[in-house]
């Protein structure tokens, strides 16, 4: 909210080297923002810059490679940045990064759950740590806290970590993420898990959102779900399928998930996907003390060899 | 038949009823999704949010068995190997309750194509015969609902074998066929002023809906857009190419069939596909004729509202239930797609 002016100017002072700079506008409804792609100066007078800003944007950078690119993005959206340019997915040249200070978004999925559904939303009013709805009529008042993504409230990056025009006070204030929610469910019974699993899997229709949306999820048209030659999966559609195709996703991010949570908010039906990253996330912390896209000169441990890893024990039976 | 009754305490009785006869399929809240599931008693029914699937797998599954093939030897001349085809056709006596009158409208986009003259495909239409819809009239259109734009209407009647109208205390049933009927029978009639009341609902509910936009000019200007490659690349630029959209629709019918075998048999399986997927143009000389996603949406829209129209007597496929647009993680929205390409006047190419 604060400093959009100050990002507008920075943008448009950029544009005329830029084929194109990757913002927010509102969208359908008041609740609703939507990526927003600058080529003209006038286009940037539609930006906006809010809590309802949750899109993360780098998911279109390996689509426009070979432009001159501008991003703008909050901190866990740079994290992708950093992770993409460490795997030579992109170039640092062709990417101009602006980066946000950001306190969180909102789940607009919470609101849904109090309001029941969002069909009629026809007002937001945003203050500092506040969201108030106008919906059929009726105003309802939220606490920004209250209703923010998950991932906010254990947030340790709220500012971009890269960025060749940072807008804004960087905040340094970190939550603590212990994994807790990944613990408390490991700490069911397998048969639970996998029940659990197999019946949120269930409503999957294949649309592959969750891999569309993931900025880390590269191989885009030539996916093993989908290729006919070699034909890797069956198209049968049994939720042992949709559930192995989910397993191949998070195998295929192991220590490359920035945990954006993309994968989660796009999915039409709300599998929730993020727990299966972090579960992954948290093996890759424990073995590599690595955190993906965090440290602009790191190495990801799947992009290194050691002979001999500090944290497994290879010969050790 | 007169208008029949359901106070909401007795609508699990009557759908449970109903399953005794009929794979009954009612929406229900999973997660924070809404889909179609059959009835359960110990399931409450969700019929005040829209669903977020629609009822297409009633009709048409995502994935099906066409056939089931295996190769045997001879056992006189073991040098041939002779094929064994059995032909599957899969589908039971179905009945879908508190879909919304989109919802039923959009199976006359499928009939069109699967039930012309030229094509009668058997799969679908023995599903489509045994399917009826008893669908929910909207009480006020929300913000993604365009029904109206593309022949439709909160309360319309058309594709619904009943329609189920929110009254005081319940819902008034009303019957527009026969087998519709036969659902009903057994529920008591509804009262002067219950039925009075429905009408009363119906009546708002088409006055609630936005005035529709003149979209005459559509057909011809998609068309006339058709290698604007600019327009199309900044309409697209926001898709992320997944199938959200198009899995959700209600008139999106496309399929892709694949023979899975494994070692001497195999099965031959029909599943959804779409247009939004580079595999779903792919040619087997490795040519993709529509090789980005400004390709792909631009056919997304244009064979909705102008190829298909121009092939099929005007009508538009799409049904107007903003479920592609609710549902869309980047937030396109075809409707704006739609305008803009009416709007923006076309750019004659130089020379």
Same mark, same amino acid.
């Given at each position: ?48 810059? %809010?809590?309802?800003?949750?899109? %993360? ?154 891999? %569309? ?105 | ?34 889909? $179609? ?22 009709? +048409? ?43 039923? &409208?959009?199976? $006359? ?23 009826? +819809?008893? &669908? ?88 006339? @857009? ?37 070692? @001497? ?14 595999? $779903? ?5 490795? @040519? ?64």
């Amino acid at each position: 909210m604060q400093h959009l002016e100050e990002l507008k100017q920075q943008i448009k002072d950029k544009l005329p080297e830029l084929d194109v700079v990757v913002g927010w506008e509102q969208g359908f409804d008041p609740l609703r923002a939507t990526p927003l792609f600058m080529r003209k100066p006038e286009d940037v007078d539609r930006l906006i810059w %809010n809590p309802l800003c949750v899109h %993360n944007l780098a998911t279109y950078l390996t689509g426009l490679k070979g432009k001159k690119v501008g991003v703008v993005v909050k901190g866990c959206d740079s994290r992708s940045v950093i992770q993409l340019l460490q795997e030579k997915l992109i170039s640092r040249d062709d990417v101009t990064v602006f980066g946000l200070p950001c306190t969180g978004v909102v789940s607009i999925r919470k609101i849904n759950r109090q309001l029941g559904s969002l069909d009629y939303v026809e007002d937001v009013e945003l203050s500092e740590d506040s969201i108030t709805v106008t919906s059929n009529g009726q105003k309802h008042a939220f606490g920004l806290a209250d209703v923010a993504a998950d991932k906010c409230g254990r947030c340790q990056y709220h500012s971009a970590l890269l960025s060749d025009a940072f807008v804004g006070e960087p905040l340094t204030d970190q939550a603590e993420d212990d994994y807790a929610d990944v613990k408390a469910f490991e700490e069911q019974s397998e048969e639970d898990k996998m029940n659990h699993w197999l019946d949120v899997m269930d409503r999957c229709v294949r649309c592959y959102a969750c891999r %569309n949306a993931c900025p880390m999820c590269v191989c885009r048209d030539h996916c093993v779900a989908q290729s006919r030659d070699p034909h890797w999966m069956t198209q049968e559609d049994s939720v042992q399928n949709k559930w192995l195709f989910q397993m191949i996703h998070t195998m295929h991010l192991a220590g490359r998930c920035t945990e954006c949570g993309e994968c989660e908010r796009s999915c039409p039906v709300s599998i929730p996907l993020l727990l299966l990253r972090r579960k992954m996330n948290k093996e890759i912390n424990e073995l590599f003390d690595y955190k993906a896209g965090t440290l602009i000169d790191g190495k990801p441990p799947l992009m290194s060899f050691k002979v001999e890893e500090e944290n497994i024990n290879e010969r050790g039976w | 038949m007169a208008d029949k009754f359901v106070a909401t305490n007795e609508l699990g009785s009557w759908l449970a009823a109903l399953s005794d006869q009929y794979r009954t399929l009612v929406p229900r809240r999973e997660g924070d999704a809404v889909v $179609f599931q059959p009835f359960e008693e110990s399931r409450p029914v969700e019929l005040d949010a829209r669903p977020t699937k629609s009822p297409k797998e009633a009709v +048409f599954p995502q994935c099906e068995a066409l056939l089931t093939f295996a190769y045997n030897k001879n056992p006189e001349t073991p040098g041939r190997v002779e094929v064994a085809v059995t032909e599957k056709m899969g589908g039971a006596p179905t009945v879908v309750v508190g879909g919304r009158p989109c919802d039923a &409208s959009g199976f $006359f986009t499928f009939d069109r194509v699967y039930d012309s003259e030229r094509v009668k495909d058997l799969n679908y239409l023995h599903r489509r015969e045994q399917t009826l +819809f008893v &669908s929910l009239v909207c009480e006020k259109p929300a913000t993604t609902c365009f029904c109206n734009w593309v022949g439709g209407g909160p309360a319309s009647a058309n594709g619904s074998d009943a329609l189920m109208i929110p009254v005081d205390g319940g819902y008034v049933l009303e019957s527009l066929t026969d087998s519709g009927g036969k659902l009903l029978e057994g529920l008591s009639d509804a009262s002067d002023v219950q039925t009075k009341q429905a009408q009363s609902v119906k009546s708002a509910a088409e006055e609630a809906m936005d005035k529709a936009p003149d979209l005459s000019a559509a057909q011809e200007q998609l068309l006339a @857009h058709f290698d604007d490659a600019e327009f199309w690349e900044e309409q697209s630029g926001k898709c992320i190419s997944c199938g959200t959209c198009t899995y959700l629709c209600p008139t999106c019918y496309c399929f892709n069939i694949t023979d899975e075998q494994f070692g @001497h048999e195999g099965v031959r399986l029909r599943t959804w596909d779409n247009c939004m997927s580079s595999l $779903f143009t792919m040619e087997a000389s490795g @040519h993709n004729p529509r090789p980005t996603k400004a390709h792909r949406l631009k056919n997304r829209v244009g064979h909705k509202f102008s190829y298909y129209p121009s092939l099929h007597g005007g009508n538009i496929a799409c049904c107007g239930c903003g479920r592609c647009i609710k549902s869309c993680p980047a937030s396109v929205d075809i409707r704006a797609i739609v305008l803009n390409a009416i709007a923006t006047p076309v750019s004659q190419p130089e020379g």
